[in-house]
C-alpha cells in the first residue's frame, strides 16, 4: 500500500485565511521557520492505478494538482480526455472540512464513497447538493459500513483492491450544521470515526485525525499499525482561547491536545510498534515552528509532524 498525505492542516489550512495569529502572520512575511499547508487529505493505492482518499478536503483541487500520481492519463485514439485515478472516498465524519471536496469531484466522473449510514444520511439525503454526485448513472454510488467491522475498499463498479478497512467510533458530535431533530435520529456512534486501514502486506495504517479521548482500548488499537496519523491539531487545551480571546477548548473541539500530562504526546509514550506522526496541525499549534522548544519536543519523543507531499509505502 502506498499512502500520500496530500494536506496536513485542521480546517482552514495555514495560514488561515481570516487568522492574524503569531504563526500566520509570521508565515505570511516570510520570518516563520516552518511550512505552510493545506487542509488534511490522505489517500492510499494498492495498484499504483487506483486510488482512495481519506476524508475529502476543501483544498482537493490544488491537493490534485500537486500530485502527479492523481492526475486524469491521457487519452488513448479515440477516447475522451476524462478520466481520474481517483475510484473512492472513505469519509470519516460530515465537517465541512472533511467532505466538501466530494463536491469538487462532480463532474461525472465514477467515484465509491464509503461512509457511515448516518454521514450518508445528512450529506445525500439532508444537503441536496451533493446529489451533483449523482447525475447520471455510473457516478458517485455510496458504500455504508458499520464501526468495528471490516469492509473491502471498492472501486465504482465494485472492483475490489484488497485493501481492508475498520472504523473506530471516537465521538459522538454530528457538524453544528446538523439539525437538532436529525441530530436525534441518528446513532452519535457513526458520527467521527478513525481508520484501520490493512494492505495485503500485513501492514497496518491508523488514520485518526479527530481523537477526543485517549482510553486502553484505543492504545491497544494503535499498537497494533505500523503508521500512525495522530491528532496534532491542538498543542494545548486552552491554545484557541488565549489566541482568540475567546472560543472552545480542545477537547470541547473533539481533540485531545499534544501537551500536558493528560495530552495525546504523554499518553502515547508507550506505543512500541508504529511510527507516529502528528496530522492535521491547527494554524495556531507552536508546533508548527521548527525553531520552538514544542517542535523540539515531539521529535525527540520520537514523533514526525506531518507535512504535504510526504509518502510511505506499507
Ligand atoms: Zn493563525
Same mark, same amino acid.
Given at each position: 500500500?502506498?499512502?500520500?498525505?496530500?494536506?496536513?492542516?485542521?480546517?482552514?489550512?495555514?495560514?488561515?485565511?481570516?487568522?492574524?495569529?503569531?504563526?500566520?502572520?509570521?508565515?505570511?512575511?516570510?520570518?516563520?521557520?516552518?511550512?505552510?499547508?493545506?487542509?488534511?487529505?490522505?489517500?492510499?493505492?494498492?495498484?499504483?492505478?487506483?486510488?482512495?482518499?481519506?476524508?475529502?478536503?476543501?483544498?482537493?483541487?490544488?491537493?490534485?494538482?500537486?500530485?502527479?500520481?492523481?492526475?486524469?492519463?491521457?487519452?488513448?485514439?479515440?477516447?475522451?480526455?476524462?478520466?481520474?485515478?481517483?475510484?473512492?472516498?472513505?469519509? @470519516?465524519?460530515?465537517?465541512?472540512?472533511?467532505?466538501?471536496?466530494?463536491?469538487?469531484?462532480?463532474?461525472?466522473?465514477?467515484?465509491?464513497?464509503?461512509? @457511515?449510514?448516518?454521514?450518508? +444520511? !445528512?450529506?445525500?439525503?439532508?444537503?441536496?447538493?451533493?446529489?451533483?454526485?449523482?447525475?447520471?448513472?455510473?457516478?458517485?454510488?455510496?458504500?455504508?459500513?458499520?464501526?468495528?467491522?471490516?469492509?473491502?475498499?471498492?472501486?465504482?463498479?465494485?472492483?475490489?483492491?484488497?485493501? &481492508?478497512?475498520?472504523?473506530?467510533?471516537?465521538?459522538?458530535?454530528?457538524?453544528?450544521?446538523?439539525?437538532?431533530?436529525?441530530?436525534?435520529?441518528?446513532?452519535?456512534?457513526?458520527?467521527?470515526?478513525?481508520?484501520?486501514?490493512?494492505?495485503?502486506?500485513?501492514? &497496518?495504517?491508523?488514520?485518526?485525525?479527530?481523537?477526543?479521548?485517549?482510553?486502553?482500548?484505543?492504545?491497544?488499537?494503535?499498537?497494533?499499525?505500523?503508521?500512525?496519523?495522530?491528532?496534532?491539531?491542538?498543542?494545548?487545551?486552552?491554545?484557541? !482561547?488565549?489566541?482568540?480571546?475567546?472560543?472552545?477548548?480542545?477537547?470541547?473541539?473533539?481533540?485531545?491536545?499534544?501537551?500536558?500530562?493528560?495530552?495525546?504526546?504523554?499518553?502515547?509514550?508507550?506505543?512500541?510498534?508504529? &511510527?507516529?506522526?502528528?496530522? +492535521?496541525?491547527?494554524? @495556531?499549534?507552536?508546533?508548527?515552528?521548527?525553531?520552538?522548544?514544542?517542535? &523540539?519536543?515531539?521529535?525527540?519523543?520520537?514523533?514526525?509532524?506531518?507535512?504535504?507531499?510526504?509518502?510511505?509505502?506499507?
Amino acid at each position: 500500500m502506498r499512502v500520500k498525505i496530500l494536506g496536513s492542516a485542521a480546517g482552514g489550512g495555514f495560514p488561515q485565511w481570516n487568522c492574524a495569529c503569531p504563526n500566520c502572520r509570521a508565515l505570511r512575511t516570510g520570518t516563520f521557520h516552518g511550512k505552510a499547508r493545506t487542509q488534511t487529505q490522505a489517500a492510499i493505492t494498492q495498484d499504483d492505478q487506483n486510488w482512495f482518499l481519506l476524508g475529502a478536503s476543501p483544498d482537493l483541487r490544488a491537493q490534485i494538482e500537486a500530485t502527479p500520481e492523481l492526475h486524469p492519463r491521457a487519452p488513448s485514439r479515440g477516447e475522451a480526455p476524462r478520466h481520474s485515478p481517483i475510484t473512492g472516498a472513505v469519509l @470519516t465524519n460530515a465537517d465541512v472540512d472533511h467532505v466538501l471536496g466530494l463536491l469538487l469531484l462532480r463532474e461525472l466522473q465514477p467515484l465509491r464513497i464509503h461512509a @457511515t449510514a448516518s454521514i450518508h +444520511h !445528512i450529506l445525500r439525503d439532508d444537503n441536496t447538493m451533493f446529489g451533483m454526485l449523482e447525475r447520471v448513472a455510473n457516478q458517485a454510488s455510496w458504500a455504508d459500513f458499520t464501526p468495528g467491522a471490516w469492509f473491502p475498499l471498492l472501486g465504482p463498479a465494485g472492483e475490489d483492491s484488497a485493501l &481492508r478497512c475498520r472504523a473506530l467510533s471516537l465521538g459522538t458530535h454530528f457538524p453544528a450544521y446538523v439539525f437538532a431533530e436529525r441530530q436525534s435520529q441518528l446513532n452519535p456512534q457513526e458520527s467521527s470515526l478513525g481508520l484501520l486501514i490493512d494492505s495485503p502486506s500485513g501492514k &497496518r495504517l491508523a488514520f485518526m485525525p479527530a481523537v477526543p479521548a485517549i482510553d486502553d482500548a484505543l492504545l491497544a488499537e494503535l499498537d497494533s499499525s505500523d503508521l500512525l496519523f495522530f491528532d496534532g491539531t491542538f498543542w494545548s487545551n486552552d491554545e484557541l !482561547i488565549r489566541t482568540q480571546g475567546s472560543g472552545s477548548t480542545a477537547r470541547q473541539m473533539g481533540h485531545v491536545p499534544v501537551s500536558s500530562p493528560e495530552g495525546s504526546l504523554q499518553k502515547l509514550a508507550g506505543l512500541r510498534r508504529p &511510527r507516529k506522526i502528528y496530522l +492535521h496541525l491547527n494554524n @495556531t499549534n507552536p508546533m508548527l515552528d521548527e525553531a520552538g522548544p514544542e517542535y &523540539r519536543q515531539v521529535r525527540e519523543a520520537g514523533w514526525e509532524v506531518a507535512e504535504d507531499g510526504w509518502q510511505f509505502d506499507l
